[in-house]
């Protein structure tokens, strides 16, 4: 069989998505891109699969198109904790968020906030990330961290090899390695290439993610695929659940 591509992350009109989980299968067939739909699972995120009930009714749609069955759930929210384990068996794959991450006084902060809370300076911040990220990759059986490098948009401005350090790189990429998580190349919030060949040089595993909304977006995996190439990572290496199997036991 010819490799494709996998769109490991793309959302539906099941949260915010623009397409139905047809269109966006068709859409991915077209551009040559194997379909997954991960919609938005939370009780803290713009979707409509917000509880146990609400999953099972969400996988059942899911079932009736030849797409890879994923789930987006925010490490922040208990839902994924809730779910039984014949619920989790039918995801191909699920997908840990850091949509919120917890500071250091115990607080949480929404990383789609422009403004930092007062006092919290830029290293404070990515302190709070990476100790979120690592408490993600610890406790949350999940196959794919997506966009590893989403925060706050005002240090979205700033240069990441300055807002990521050496130091936090390395403990992101041991913490993902050790927790058995994949490393999503996002083309909607792309990380820098030095952060990317380290957590391959370490054997993480990446991922390619559109995350798409739009018809724009879903299934364009491009850019990450050619970042992928580009830090020298084989295309069937690249995180497929169907080849490489699922912390789900879909495929056990």
């Known amino acids: 069989m010819t490799w494709q591509p996998v ?3 793309a959302h539906s009109t099941h949260s915010d998505g623009a397409l139905s989980v047809a269109e966006v ?3 991915a067939r077209d551009r040559g891109v194997r379909p997954s739909v991960s ?9 409509v699969v917000d509880s146990p009930r609400a999953v099972e009714a969400y996988l059942d749609d899911l079932a009736q198109y030849d797409v890879l069955r994923g789930g987006e759930f925010c490490w922040h929210d208990a839902l994924w904790r809730e779910l039984p384990r014949a619920t989790v068996r039918r995801f191909t794959h699920r997908v840990g968020s850091l949509h919120s991450i917890r500071l250091a006084n115990g607080s949480w902060f929404r990383v789609f906030h422009r403004d930092l809370p007062a006092g919290l300076t830029s290293g404070a911040y990515m302190e709070a990330h990476v100790s979120s990220l690592e408490a993600l990759a610890a406790e949350m059986p999940v196959d794919i961290l997506a966009h590893p490098t989403l925060v706050s948009p005002t240090l979205r401005e700033l240069d990441p090899h300055e807002l990521w350090t050496e130091a936090l790189e390395e403990r992101a990429v041991r913490a993902l390695l050790a927790g058995g998580v994949a490393f999503e190349l996002s083309n ?12 391959a040089d370490a054997g993480v595993r990446l991922s390619l993610g559109s995350d798409g909304h739009s018809r724009a977006q879903v299934a364009d995996v491009a850019l990450p ?8 990572v084989p295309d069937g290496e690249l995180y497929d659940p169907e080849r490489h199997g699922s912390r789900t036991g879909a495929f056990v």
């Open 39 to 47: 919609d938005h699972i939370s009780r803290d995120a713009p979707t």
């Open 225 to 232: 695929l050619a970042l992928a190439r580009s830090v020298g």
């Open 7 to 9: 769109d490991c992350h």
């Open 25 to 27: 299968a068709e859409l």
């Open 188 to 199: 909607r919030y792309r990380p820098h290439e030095r952060l990317v060949r380290r957590a």
